[in-house]
């Protein structure tokens, strides 16, 4: 059982920058890759970047890549994500999940999302 809650979405002009995060909760064993989902309206959830158990290794989606950094602290049970240089076309609804790897949309633990709106 894994509980997810994000946190840090907002309004933010285009060029600028924000840091999502996620604060997760895990009873019982098990390996989680995290990672981030968004959702624009009209459009299906589509992958943004992930991160395994470990920390060790990270993937992005290519619109998002140099642009978008995916990190984890263990200690504190959270995930980042930071943000740089955002486009209008990343105005979105931002999940978080947990899951096998690689993390897939329709299957894994979700949080209950935070709102990006990126303006000019």
């Known amino acids: 059982q894994v509980q997810l809650v994000e946190s840090g979405g907002g309004l933010v002009q285009t060029g600028g920058s924000l840091r999502l995060s996620c604060t997760y909760s895990?009873?019982?064993?098990?390996?989680?890759?995290m990672g981030w989902f968004r959702q624009a309206p009209g459009k299906e959830r589509e992958f943004v970047a992930q991160?395994?158990?470990?920390?060790?290794?990270?993937t992005y989606a290519d619109s998002v890549k140099g642009r978008f950094t995916i990190s984890k602290d263990h200690a504190r049970k959270m995930i980042s994500l930071q943000m740089n240089s955002l486009k209008s076309e990343d105005t979105a609804t931002y999940f978080c999940?947990?899951?096998?790897?690689?993390?897939?949309?329709?299957?894994?633990?979700w949080g209950q999302g935070t709102h990006v709106t990126v303006s000019s």
């Open positions: 895990i009873v019982g064993s098990g390996l989680y890759a």
């Open positions: 991160i395994s158990d470990s920390g060790d290794y990270t």
């Open positions: 999940t947990a899951g096998p790897w690689p993390l897939r949309s329709n299957r894994g633990y």
